[in-house]
């Protein structure tokens, strides 16, 4: 079946970067596109972006370009997302899914705190 | 950027009350997608291409709309369709969400 593992809680300080992860298993992971999602704490959802582990191929919402950078190891069938100059405001559960938003990793909970 | 508008924000429906949900786009889009949240979970996928129900979701939910007006529509409300209700619209970047709406059961 069809699952995305998402990486463990982060607290980082303002400033520093941190790299989730969203390890896929249950199907051809360079077939299908992996988007990414964030959610702050009893806020709505907000689409960052997405990449085609086929060819590494990425698109950034416009909001996102700069702060999030997307990757993918197809040997490991992970992906990542680099989220660069923390602030307070990125603190927020991370979520990534599968094309069509079919299937969704649990998310992952970034804290930026000093 | 497409502002998607969901209305109301919260409500609450006695058990086999009908419930609508809208989602209201600033500008025309092509198919629109809703998401039901539950408290400390994932988001599921529910209602897909304005019409289609997901795998899974119970057929008292109905999709519906066009252009910029879209509804979702629970023909009798039971306890577990209780959570928050998300319309997404890929119909031009960036993809956007609605604010959601949050059900309750009275």
């Known amino acids: 079946q069809v699952q995305l593992q998402q990486s463990g809680a982060e607290l980082a300080k303002p400033g520093t970067s941190v790299k989730l992860s969203c390890k896929a298993s249950g199907y051809t992971f360079t077939s299908y596109y992996i988007y990414w999602v964030k959610q702050r704490p009893g806020q709505g959802l907000e689409w960052i972006g997405y990449?085609?582990?086929?060819?590494?191929?990425?698109y950034y919402s416009e909001k996102f370009k700069g702060k999030a950078t997307f990757t993918a190891d197809t040997s490991s069938s992970t992906a990542y997302m680099l989220l660069g100059s923390l602030t307070p405001e990125d603190s927020a559960y991370y979520f990534c899914?599968?094309?069509?938003?079919?299937?969704w990793g649990q998310g992952t909970l970034v804290t930026v705190s000093s | 950027e497409i502002v998607l508008t969901q209305s109301p924000t919260t409500m609450a429906a006695s058990p086999g009350e009908k419930v609508t949900i809208t989602c209201r786009a600033s500008?025309?889009?092509?198919?629109m997608h809703w998401f039901q949240q539950k408290s400390g979970t994932s988001p599921k996928p529910w209602i897909y291409d304005t019409s289609k129900l997901a795998s899974g979701v119970p057929d008292r939910f109905s999709g519906s709309g066009s252009g910029t007006s879209y509804s979702l529509t629970i023909s009798s409300m039971e306890a577990e369709d209780a959570a928050t209700y998300y319309c997404l619209q890929r119909s031009s970047y960036p993809w956007t969400f609605g604010g959601g709406t949050k059900l309750e059961l009275k």
């Open positions: 990449i085609y582990p086929g060819n590494g191929g990425t």
């Open positions: 899914a599968r094309r069509n938003f079919a299937y």
């Open positions: 500008s025309s889009v092509s198919y």
